[in-house]
């Protein structure tokens, strides 16, 4: 069934009110016709079935018949903070990493990423990047949309290392230092609800003195296993093991 | 260092050999130089790291200074059986696929595969999506490079289920039905050396009556999370918890 999100204020308790560019996919796209059924989410914690009743060209309402618990967010919330890569790889990060359950993207500029987040286009680049998380939520079945923040400096992001329960930092070498379980033990000590802060150095990496910085701000180093990720893998990897732990074998 | 896969018979005692597209990249595009040093697989057992010794248009000769060890291949072996998905979305699996640890791919073609594998251009196919394996296995440090299969029928895929030691078939239902820890049983009845197959169908997903020819032939089904995931991402969700599994946690 199709689903759509709408904001909190459009929900009432018997009826959804759809908005904005939905219209057009529920009416041109879709061909959807009254006594069709949707599933809506507020983008909080309510999600509903319901049924068309009102197609028109600016809005369209429908009618709350079941109240669903889908359950679909992680148990623990996954923010992952990503180097700006190359080309259109934050475009595939945010895809694939919504559908595998992050809460939130963080990019950032390493010393190492060779594009820039130019703050003439940022503004346009968010919104595009917010509609391929909305989108990705909407077909995986999420019952909230990641939120995707303005690349932020290194220094910002080291400030913000302590405002989660843990930190990890990707780093290809630890299976040489013994830190291979690191990730292991990470998610053995975090419970519901808690917040974890994934940091992805950009295609050549982070530098030494960054990885010493995050380090000095209590994030841990960790290996995803002993081949050698891309920096567009990494997350995807880190999502699929939190699901494991937590969703599977929990 | 860069990576490159030869031959088994281009590597003797203390000499390797490289010919074909990898002179070009060395000499070409890497612009190497006497005494530079590179890593070369066998593609079976054998990586050494060598210094570069004749550089000349047709092929390079190079030294064996050390034998390498690097473990990077994954305790058991796995093999992605692929329903043929739209466009590019083959490309992309064995690229994420191979970086991920996968042994071996197979196309098949299901019932709702809507791209039909063409018998004409199945050669250069293969030969592409080999090149795209290799590229990727170097990337990743990997000591093999993955197989790749001519898309077989769903049938041959059936007949293929016993020779492996597990099946797991991606059943985005078995949330509901009680199966969402099979993964988890799964592989933790596997021991290093065995073989396990994963089936994933296209972006329709199996057919009910698929699934049951799979259970019937041994497969099991088997839930990755709550969220529904793209035909894309399944084989990257399972590769990632077999490498946290076993490199890991064991």
Not at 4 to 27: L, N, Q, R, S
Not at 30 to 59: A, W, Y
Not at 100 to 114: C, I, Q
Request: proline share 4%; glycine share 6%; aromatic share 6%.
């Amino acid at each position: 069934m199709q689903r759509y999100f709408v904001e909190p204020e459009a929900m009432t308790e018997d009826t959804v009110t759809i908005t904005g560019d939905d219209v057009k996919h529920i009416v041109r796209v879709m061909r959807m016709k009254e006594g069709d059924e949707i599933i809506c989410s507020d983008n909080n914690s309510k999600t509903v079935r319901c049924t068309l009743q009102l197609l028109g060209e600016e809005q369209v309402t429908a009618k709350i018949v079941e109240i669903l618990h889908p359950h679909t967010e992680l148990p623990i919330s996954v923010t992952i903070a990503q180097g700006l890569p190359k080309g259109d790889k934050l475009d595939f990060i945010i895809q694939k990493g919504t559908e595998l359950g992050a809460t939130s993207f963080v990019p950032f500029s390493a010393s190492r990423s060779v594009v820039k987040w130019e703050e003439k286009k940022a503004r346009k680049k968010i919104e595009r990047l917010e509609k391929i998380a909305k989108e990705a939520a909407e077909q995986s079945y999420r019952e909230r949309i990641p939120t995707i923040q303005p690349a932020m400096t290194f220094s910002s992001l080291v400030e913000q290392v302590s405002s989660f329960s843990s930190c990890l930092v990707a780093y290809e070498e630890s299976g040489k230092s013994g830190e291979r379980s690191q990730l292991v033990q990470c998610l053995r000590n975090l419970k519901v609800g808690d917040s974890l802060l994934i940091v992805i150095g950009p295609e050549g990496g982070l530098t030494e003195q960054e990885i010493e910085q995050l380090e000095e701000a209590g994030a841990k180093l960790a290996g995803f296993g002993p081949r050698i990720l891309r920096t567009e893998t990494a997350s995807l990897y880190v999502l699929s093991t939190v699901s494991y732990h937590f969703e599977l074998m929990g």
